[in-house]
């Protein structure tokens, strides 16, 4: 993966360039000489915000009956209920 740094004015005078480069990987656009954007192609832009998995969807996956999930040992305590 490249990763391409334009200037704001960079990107202004040629946009074509800066669209062509996320084939590649990322664009950071900088204003002032500071990172202030980043340009992604949309199938980055999707692999990255694509649906969350939860716990239990990445437990369910062939092979992770293997994966050993350490948990901390619990702290709290039943209590006593009064139902009266």
Known sequence: MTVTTLSGRELN???????R??????VIIT???RP???LLSF?????????????GDMLAV??????DLPLPSRTEHAQPVDLS
């Open 13 to 19: 005078q040629d946009l074509g360039r800066a669209k």
């Open 21 to 26: 480069a996320t084939k590649d990987g990322p």
């Open 31 to 33: 204003d002032r000489g």
């Open 36 to 38: 202030a954007h980043v």
């Open 43 to 55: 199938d980055e832009y999707k692999r990255l915000t694509g649906k969350m998995r939860t716990l």
């Open 62 to 67: 062939p092979g992770a009956d293997d994966v």
